[in-house]
């Protein structure tokens, strides 16, 4: 895979068109979490140091091609502002006139790109419009690369093109799990459902050496195996498919590991009664809310042999102590690794990263994903739209 990068460019007086994902969190009219605006600030930085005027492009909600005022990206100026430490300014509608007036240093944001009809439909005359307004396109908004709209894969063809900082970051820490990792290879999945990742686990069965399955999704496979699981968070009718998985595995140099013990409750609750128990004695009433110690043992063992780790998911149901001890130690022995520099770990999607905070290692970690839908369909194997564009 190849793409060029800001390097690659020569920005000089040029006008940039730049996606960036600032589908931020909102309430009430204000930005509440401003993590995907503080990642974009490499970016424009880049861009404005090296002489280009960057027009920054993005969506906001999913207004389907219509204004929708409570959706206008104006409400991300004053956030933007602060993070981006240079003047920006706002604009409907991009005109080339408007655009060239803006003074050197100073970054433009143009609205809610999903107000147009064209931009999800990948309308070519919204695109060629687009690359009429500038010189040079970057993308920079990984997490909205699953999608083949006018600004994330349409301009792409009609300027020369390149990467962003976020999303370099994004490819390269992707290709160095997945692409060409140093092995062997040890991928964590965990979460409530095996069948939000189905494709996902097909996937990683022909690439990773072991294969780590946890949380809810584990006692699906673990009935599978015809285990009595009890009450607890389970996908019966996937029995087949979890089989199908293991077999696969079986015909691979993949092997995987389930559970060798765990940690029962009879309610759903922080800090209620459980036991750790063999995995074939959960009771009737019992529900299995975390994997028990010899797991964590046998995870600490497997992963002190790899070079590389790709977490997606937590092992337990970490956000009710105490059935987020595995996941917290699992992941602190996966950032000690890491800081000892035995290990490169790439972690991302849903839960992930809340369950890495709450471990307090997401910082440990050599790269986690802002992306989460997109994280994903990497994992599936997917190509993604917005980086096939950028390949040359
Ligand atoms: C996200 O927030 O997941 C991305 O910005 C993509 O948004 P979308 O799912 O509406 O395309
Ligand atoms: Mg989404």
Redesign the pocket.
């Known amino acids: 895979m190849t793409w060029k990068t800001l390097d690659d460019m020569d920005l000089a007086g040029k006008i940039v068109l730049t996606r960036v994902?600032i589908?931020v969190p909102v309430k009430d009219g204000a930005v509440t979490d401003a993590t995907?605006i503080t990642r974009i600030v490499p970016t424009i930085h880049d861009i404005l140091a090296k002489g280009g005027k960057p027009v920054m492009l993005a969506?906001f909600?999913?207004p389907k091609g219509e204004y929708v005022p409570e959706l206008s990206l104006k409400l991300t100026l004053p956030a933007l502002r602060e993070h981006l430490d240079c003047d920006v300014k706002f604009i409907e509608k991009p005109d080339r006139a408007s655009l060239e007036a803006v003074p050197r240093g100073t970054a433009v944001l143009v609205e809610n790109t999903?107000f147009a009809p064209g931009e999800e439909k990948n309308d070519p005359d919204m695109a060629a419009f687009l690359a009429s307004r500038g010189e040079v396109y970057c993308n920079d908004?990984f997490?909205?690369a699953?999608?083949a709209?006018a600004t994330t894969e349409g301009v792409a063809h009609l300027l020369p093109s390149c990467a962003g900082r976020l999303m370099e970051a994004e490819l390269r820490a992707l290709e160095a799990a997945l692409g060409h990792p140093d092995r062997p290879l040890i991928a964590v999945v965990g979460g409530a459902k095996v069948s939000t990742k189905l494709a996902l686990l097909g996937n990683l069965v022909e690439k990773v050496d072991h294969l780590f399955i946890g949380g809810g999704m584990a006692n699906t496979f673990l009935a599978a195996e015809g285990i009595h699981v009890g009450k607890s968070l389970c996908e019966h009718d996937l029995a087949v498919t979890a089989r199908e998985i293991m077999d696969k595995a079986r015909g691979t140099d993949c092997t995987i590991h389930l559970p060798l013990d765990i940690v029962v409750a009879r309610e759903f609750a922080a800090g209620a009664a459980h036991e750790v128990m063999g995995i074939d004695d959960c009771p009737e009433d019992g529900m299995i809310l975390d994997a028990g110690p010899k797991t964590v043992a046998e995870f600490d063992s497997v992963l002190s042999n790899c070079r590389t780790l790709i977490w997606n998911g937590p092992l337990g149901a970490f956000e009710i102590e105490p059935f987020d001890t595995a996941t917290v130690k699992a992941a602190r022995a996966a950032a000690e690794a890491t800081k000892s520099g035995k290990l490169i770990s790439v972690a991302g999607g849903g839960d992930t990263v809340a369950a890495l905070n709450h471990a307090g290692v997401a910082e440990d970690f050599t790269y986690v994903s802002t992306?989460?839908?997109?994280f994903l369909e990497w994992l599936e194997g997917k190509t993604l739209p917005g980086v096939a564009a950028l390949q040359g």
Not at 371 to 374: Q, T, Y
Request: aromatic share 0%; charged share 30%.
């Open positions: 994902d589908n995907r969506h909600g999913r999903r908004a997490s909205a699953p999608r709209h992306a989460g839908g997109a």
